[in-house]
């Protein structure tokens, strides 16, 4: 039995020991009218994507409806403030991302508390980040870039993110941190400008979510020097770890989970747990994440809240010693 099918048996246990402990009568007619899932990024990421790909399932298999409800700004603030000030009747859920524990490290003052505002219903999965650089980088190899760029006037190679706060951003300024270089933060408005300035080598390098480059490194416009995450990629299996690589410092992934408003009943974060557990384990919703970039998790709601935790300390350490403010 694997680990990941563990974690997913785990998950499953747990609605039935809340149905073993006994429910009030409430819980047991529970879902009785429509649920709602907030994402806080636009209509097509792959956080709105799971959002209504789980959303549909779940409204199949509970019949009532499941509505996703995309409430974008302010970096996904807007959405994270509304998923903390819902009802926490079990019938509103935040589908959350790494920008829920980015944001505080850069946003001390959030009209949310991200750990006492929320309860953790499930790690949905993660998607890989990797350290890629521009065909004009002569460098083939993660320590190959580090002695070029060390080798450069401090700030005379520049790298591109989709915006300052964003996971890609404070990845690389943790792996400048660890590595001891100098380069020059360009932030755009989104991927697409940075992507696209990488392939055309107006920046140098960039830190960037596997799936969305990997059309443009397999067709030779790009190269990726280092996954940044533990574990080599299926997609690309001869670019080693950072670790690998000599950087074991640096570990950083994209991640997706489902959160509730903190009250609510345990016995309902159960239900949707065990839910979403039994989903990711089907053959067809785990080709359909696969396709969107994602490696399933599931298991229990510690282990969102262990994820969480880590890097609410993780990136403050960061953006205090990179002195990083948000715009």
Request: hydrophobic share 45%; glycine share 10%; charged share 15%.
């Given at each position: ?161 989709p915006g300052v706060g964003s996971v ?12 001891g270089l100098f380069l020059t933060h ?142």
């Amino acid at each position: 039995m694997t680990m990941k099918t563990m974690k997913i048996m785990n998950g499953l246990m747990l609605v039935g020991l809340a149905l073993a402990l006994g429910q009030p009568a409430w819980a047991q007619d529970y879902p009785s009218r429509q649920i709602q899932f907030i994402v806080p990024s636009t209509p097509g990421t792959t956080g709105d994507q799971l959002a209504r790909l789980l959303g549909q399932r779940i409204s199949q298999r509970w019949n009532v409806p499941v509505v996703v409800d995309n409430k974008v700004g302010a970096g996904g603030m807007i959405g994270i403030e509304a998923g903390a000030k819902a009802n926490p009747d079990g019938y509103t859920f935040l589908f959350s991302a790494t920008a829920f524990s980015t944001l505080p490290a850069l946003r001390p003052q959030l009209p949310y508390d991200p750990v006492k505002g929320f309860a953790s219903v499930i790690l949905l999965g993660k998607s890989p980040l990797v350290l890629a650089v521009s065909n004009g980088v002569p460098a083939r190899t993660a320590r190959e870039f580090i002695d070029y760029a060390h080798k450069r006037p401090p700030g005379s190679l520049n790298y591109g993110s989709p915006g300052v706060g964003s996971v890609h951003h404070l990845s690389m300024e943790m792996f400048k941190q660890q590595t001891g270089l100098f380069l020059t933060h360009i932030p755009y408005t989104g991927t697409a400008g940075a992507l696209n300035d990488l392939a055309a080598g107006h920046v140098e390098a960039s830190v960037v979510v596997l799936q969305t480059i990997l059309p443009l490194a397999q067709s030779g416009k790009v190269r990726v020097l280092a996954v940044m995450g533990p574990d080599r990629v299926s997609q690309l299996p001869q670019v080693p770890t950072l670790a690998q690589a000599g950087v074991p410092q640096v570990v950083s992934e994209a991640w997706f989970g489902v959160t509730a408003p903190a009250g609510t009943p345990a016995a309902l974060i159960a239900r949707m747990n065990a839910e979403i557990n039994a989903l990711l384990a089907l053959p067809d919703i785990k080709e359909a994440i696969a396709k969107m970039g994602v490696e399933p998790a599931g298991g229990e709601p510690r282990e969102l809240d262990a994820q969480v935790r880590a890097e609410l300390k993780m990136w403050s350490d960061i953006v205090k010693r990179g002195k990083i403010a948000a715009e």
